[in-house]
């Protein structure tokens, strides 16, 4: 059987060497680069399955790296790993096609539990028809492909985690999913830190969403969530 290959860019000597140790006895194949310039060779030679970004590297930042990585290879899971904790910061990584988003210091319980959330795009809700898609209005929503559809017009190519958390609301359209659900299955815990990386996703979804009116991502005040279409 195959390790799950994870391209890991970490300039700290011995940060480095403790989360690749870390990672590979929980049988990560584990690919260390150090140097941002060295970042996409790397990639291209290893074919990684996800990958762990620093933000702050020598000769290129984490940031410009998955933006590279994101047009490159639109399925593959990029996590960023960083002392950046305001808002903004969360914000510019999601923009930069990052899925997820761990500060520093960090647990390797907390990094390990991350990345297996990051690796089940192969395990969506059972209900979804991954080779039709699903109608979601006028929209169809393809999550193996990671695309959403409307008309004849060019398909929006959805991050992981955008199709992770559209898949859930949708399965089935029109129930009710609570918050907690979801922050527990696709971040592990409802940790305030967690808590807002969901709300930027869920607005990224309504922003997608409003090009069909009679589609509406409600938010159930105490509750949760409903997908009305």
């Given at each position: 059987?195959?390790?799950?290959?994870?391209?890991?860019?970490?300039?700290?000597?011995?940060?480095?060497?403790?989360?690749?140790?870390?990672?590979?006895?929980?049988?990560?194949?584990?690919?260390?680069?150090?140097?941002?310039?060295?970042?996409?060779?790397?990639?291209?030679?290893?074919?990684?399955?996800?990958?762990v970004l620093d933000v702050m590297l020598p000769h290129r930042d984490g940031f410009s790296?998955?933006?590279?990585?994101?047009?490159?290879?639109?399925?593959?899971?990029?996590?960023?790993?960083?002392?950046?904790?305001?808002?903004?910061?969360?914000?510019?990584?999601?923009?930069?096609?990052?899925?997820?988003?761990?500060?520093?210091?960090?647990?390797?319980?907390?990094?390990?539990?991350?990345?297996?959330?990051?690796?089940?795009?192969?395990?969506?809700?059972?209900?979804?028809?991954?080779?039709?898609?699903?109608?979601?209005?006028?929209?169809?929503?393809?999550?193996?492909?990671?695309?959403?559809?409307?008309?004849?017009?060019?398909?929006?190519?959805?991050?992981?985690?955008?199709?992770?958390?559209?898949?859930?609301?949708?399965?089935?359209?029109?129930?009710?999913?609570?918050?907690?659900?979801?922050?527990?299955?696709?971040?592990?815990?409802?940790?305030?830190?967690?808590?807002?990386?969901?709300?930027?996703?869920?607005?990224?979804?309504?922003?997608?969403?409003?090009?069909?009116?009679?589609?509406?991502?409600?938010?159930?005040?105490?509750?949760?969530?409903?997908?009305?279409?």
């Open positions: 059987m195959n390790q799950t290959k994870i391209l890991y860019v970490e300039d700290e000597p011995f940060l480095g060497k403790i989360v690749k140790e870390s990672l590979e006895s929980r049988q990560f194949e584990v690919r260390l680069v150090a140097d941002g310039g060295q970042v996409m060779p790397a990639f291209e030679q290893f074919r990684p399955d996800a990958c790296l998955g933006e590279e990585i994101r047009q490159r290879h639109p399925s593959v899971p990029i996590l960023f790993l960083t002392a950046k904790v305001q808002t903004e910061d969360v914000l510019q990584g999601f923009r930069s096609g990052g899925n997820d988003y761990v500060r520093k210091p960090f647990s390797m319980e907390e990094l390990i539990v991350r990345l297996q959330n990051l690796l089940k795009i192969n395990q969506l809700p059972a209900t979804i028809n991954t080779q039709e898609g699903i109608a979601l209005g006028n929209f169809r929503f393809f999550p193996n492909r990671q695309e959403l559809r409307l008309g004849d017009a060019p398909p929006r190519l959805l991050s992981h985690r955008e199709t992770e958390l559209l898949a859930l609301l949708a399965s089935p359209p029109n129930a009710n999913v609570t918050r907690k659900d979801i922050l527990d299955k696709l971040w592990g815990n409802d940790s305030f830190f967690n808590s807002r990386n969901l709300d930027v996703y869920v607005s990224k979804l309504r922003e997608y969403l409003r090009e069909d009116a009679s589609v509406q991502l409600l938010t159930l005040k105490g509750v949760g969530y409903r997908l009305v279409c």
